[in-house]
């Protein structure tokens, strides 16, 4: 297992981490990504193997996470709560 | 794709456009004259109709202008964002990969579980038992202690009704103290009322239970206590190991309402000696609507059940079993095990930014609780000298919760607040802030600057500032009386 397949690996996780819609899902996936190559960088070789089976694993499973938000992008049923003045509109949508 | 614009580029915004945020806060409530002559009239008042584009409540408007504000609103959403999430204890978000798990028995693995006779049943009995070994695992028990109920309130409601029940021919007496949750307090209420004594114990000034008292307090009659492991509101951790020592030593069974405490501070209920233990499910990450409780085998606790039904869960929980909400407490479980470590370091980080960058810009706070003694996620905060209920109108973009139940029907302050002795003006104007695993150094950041603007504009206007800044203390004043 080498340096290549791992770099590989994290920049898969990182780029299908960067894909959450929502602000605080992507800010924790590339955080916790991050931190997951940090705590594994002294690990012995089956150590390294383990990580790098769970690390794929996480990686199956961000990849259906992502797709859920685009999924429901879609959805009409979402409306959410916002006071704001037609003011406010306008300046945001300059 | 569409990415939403989140509430950052909306904090950038606001930084440069500061100056509209008051007139975005006011919320003018259109006056609605109900029952004059017979007539509901409800039309709001012309030139609010301009100003605001929310739906008064009562006034009925055509297919395309419903349309079109619920279009604006969604645009809005999506350039402005949405408020930051800083209310933890309330709920927390489901962790994307507790809905990753639970997603297969929503749509295609739709078995009952304990339907035996068929692959369906048998696929969903697997992931109940899974969860309920990850749920024990958490906890330090075994998987048979553990019984799925529909959420933290239920299980506080077995666990202190069941118990007491039971062993009501020889034991009549119940222990709890004043700052325990509503359904803790509200479950004694109606065993007094079955004719039970209970006695709510006082809490110290930083909301820790006072263990002399607590030993004095157990009689031979007592049967239960029912202490809770991390408070809701203020966010201090009660000596577990401690209490539970005196209980066993005096026999009384043990109870703990660890809702805001499971997965986020170690527990371990044999070396805690907790016989009763109730879970949440939407505070660690998972769905709402599931909760479990853990009642202890060795030494035996014995509960009469308050649901009727089946016999499911060791007659003590009649019903169906929702396998997708176990699914994702489970998994919300377990992820908390191999998460606690690296939440509890950036929590504490965060708690840091957050409290220090409050104390060096804000004067004359007051934390309330126990500082050393805390689960760092929680921070809750009184600001004196200003109204409270201003200030949370001025807190909109930031979402957090009120020390007090202005936001209810009453006017009332928090009674976990008057516990420790806050003063009612004083805990009218206290904030929460709930900070979790999501949540980053950028919302912090945001919150602290907009606290900070809210507080300064509310003391300039405040009199009794003036008067503090002056020197003059507050309490020798003589206010003068209505005749």
């Known amino acids: ?94 | 794709m569409i990415r939403n614009t989140t509430c950052l580029r909306f904090a950038q915004k606001a930084a440069v456009q500061s100056h509209f945020r008051p007139a975005l806060h006011q919320v003018v409530r259109p006056k609605i004259t109900m029952f004059a002559r017979g007539k509901a009239t409800a039309a709001p008042a012309p030139q609010l109709q301009q100003e605001l584009s929310f739906k008064p409540i009562m006034t009925k408007q055509s297919a395309p202008v419903e349309e079109k504000q619920i279009a604006d609103s969604l645009q809005i959403t999506k350039k402005a964002g949405r408020a930051i999430y800083l209310d933890m204890q309330a709920t927390s978000p489901i962790d994307p990969r507790v809905l990753d798990n639970m997603m297969p028995y929503m749509t295609e693995s739709y078995g009952n579980p304990h339907s035996n006779t068929h692959s369906y049943g048998w696929e969903t009995h697997d992931v109940v038992e899974e969860s309920r070994e990850n749920i024990a695992k958490l906890i330090g028990a075994d998987s048979k202690e553990v019984i799925f109920t529909s959420g933290a309130t239920e299980s506080n409601n077995i666990a202190i009704k069941g118990v007491a029940r039971f062993y009501k021919s020889k034991k009549r007496h119940v222990i709890t103290t004043v700052t325990e949750h509503k359904c803790v307090l509200d479950s004694c209420r109606a065993l007094e009322q079955e004719g039970f004594e209970v006695t709510y114990l006082p809490v110290q000034q930083n909301g820790l239970v006072d263990l002399e008292l607590l030993k004095n307090t157990i009689r031979k009659d007592t049967v239960l206590v029912s202490i809770m492991a991390v408070n809701n509101e203020i966010g201090v951790i009660q000596p577990l190991e401690k209490i539970g020592t005196l209980c066993r030593e005096n026999g009384v069974f043990f109870h703990t309402d660890a809702a805001q405490a499971v997965g986020k501070i170690p527990l371990d209920v044999n070396k805690m000696k907790i016989d009763l233990l109730s879970i949440s499910g939407h505070k660690l990450y998972g769905p709402k609507g599931i909760g479990a409780i853990y009642v202890r085998r060795r030494p035996r606790v014995r509960i009469e059940a308050i649901q009727s039904g089946g016999g499911q869960e060791r007659g003590i929980r009649s019903g169906t079993l929702p396998a997708a909400l176990i699914a994702g407490l489970g998994s919300a479980c377990q992820i908390a095990a191999q998460e606690m470590e690296r939440d509890t370091k950036h929590i504490k980080k965060l708690f840091d930014r957050l409290y220090n960058g409050i104390k060096a810009k804000i004067p004359e706070i007051y934390v309330n609780g126990d500082m050393e003694a805390r689960y760092y996620g929680n921070l809750n905060v009184s600001f004196a000298y200003i109204e409270g209920e201003s200030l949370m109108m001025g807190l909109k973009d930031v979402a957090c919760s009120s020390g007090s139940a202005c936001t209810s029907a009453t006017l009332e302050p928090s009674y976990v607040l008057r516990a420790l002795g806050v003063e009612e003006d004083v805990a009218h104007s206290s904030i929460r802030f709930g900070i979790g695993r999501f949540t980053t150094e950028k919302e912090i950041d945001y919150a602290i600057e907009l606290l900070t603007a809210n507080v300064e504009r509310l003391r300039e206007m405040s009199p009794l500032w003036e008067m503090v800044k002056e020197g003059i203390d507050i309490k020798t004043i003589q206010w003068s009386q209505d005749k």
């Open chain 1, 1 to 94: 297992m080498s340096r290549v397949q791992t770099l590989g690996l994290y920049r898969d996780l990182v780029r299908q981490a960067k894909q959450f819609n929502s602000y605080n899902f992507r800010e924790y996936a590339l955080r916790r990504v991050r931190t997951g190559f940090e705590e594994g960088r002294n690990v012995d070789a089956e150590g390294a193997k383990n990580l790098y089976d769970f690390g794929k694993k996480e990686l199956h499973s961000l990849k259906r996470q992502t797709m859920e938000a685009d999924y429901r992008e879609s959805l009409e049923s979402f409306k959410p709560f916002v006071f704001h003045s037609t003011a406010l509109l306008a300046r945001v949508s300059q």
